[in-house]
T-cell receptor, first 110, second 111 residues
Framework: KQEVTQIPAALSVPEGENLVLNCSFT??????LQWFRQDPGKGLTSLLL?????REQTSGRLNASLDKSSGRSTLYIAASQPGDSATYLC?????????FGPGTRLSVLP | DGGITQSPKYLFRKEGQNVTLSCEQN?????MYWYRQDPGQGLRLIYY???????QKGDIAEGYSVSREKKESFPLTVTSAQKNPTAFYLC??????????FGPGTRLTVL
């Protein structure tokens, strides 16, 4: 069974710090990997999508990388801000549907 | 203004009652998905549909039913057979198997 794990489960950092969130998956036959942000009580907002043929994607202060051989993806957030506080989820796509990790809850302290 | 809408935002169900959650998209996406999210947990797939008039069970389909009569609509019915339906329900769509877009969710509570 495909599994997706995320480490750490929760993270608290002071404003301005750079940080890395980790996502691991068990099957290297990946189609794509997507990172999302979820605010409390809300739906998911897509942040970055990495296709299996790509190694990384960037959007503003966010950079996501994909290493299929090791079954890992990382989300790098530069110069964190209090508005970045949310839960971040990764999802592994296999070409049919998606398997989600449990998320990392991020708090950025002013 | 393209996107995915879900209604209602909050829904209350009595024991033994069936309820239907609405999901509509105007993104012209072929694929649509229903997920359930419990507190502190990731999303679990209930049903998905890759094309009109076709759908497949996900990991936790028992006690749920769906239909896909129109490309833009994918309603989810929570039946009385679902013994623990209190959760946050999220609908998503994608073109092919690429980037997923989500609706705002429906919070279902059993009274």
């Amino acid at each position: 069974k495909q599994e997706v794990t995320q480490i750490p489960a929760a993270l608290s950092v002071p404003e301005g710090e750079n940080l890395v969130l980790n996502c691991s998956f068990t099957d290297s036959a990946i189609y794509n990997l997507q990172w999302f942000r979820q605010d409390p009580g809300k739906g998911l907002t897509s942040l970055l999508l990495i296709q299996s043929s790509q190694r990384e994607q960037t959007s503003g202060r966010l950079n996501a990388s994909l290493d299929k051989s090791s079954g890992r993806s990382t989300l790098y957030i530069a110069a964190s801000q209090p508005g970045d506080s949310a839960t971040y989820l990764c999802a592994r796509g296999d070409g049919q549907n998606f398997v989600f990790g449990p998320g990392t809850r991020l708090s950025v302290l002013p | 203004d393209g996107g995915i809408t879900q209604s209602p935002k909050y829904l209350f169900r009595k024991e033994g009652q069936n309820v239907t959650l609405s999901c509509e998209q105007n993104l012209n996406h072929d694929a649509m998905y229903w997920y359930r999210q419990d507190p502190g947990q990731g999303l679990r797939l209930i049903y998905y549909s890759q094309i009109v008039n076709d759908f497949q069970k996900g990991d936790i389909a028992e006690g749920y039913s769906v239909s896909r009569e129109k490309k833009e609509s994918f309603p989810l019915t929570v039946t009385s057979a679902q013994k623990n339906p209190t959760a946050f329900y999220l609908c998503a769509s994608s073109m092919g198997n690429n980037e997923q877009f989500f609706g705002p969710g429906t919070r279902l509570t059993v009274l």
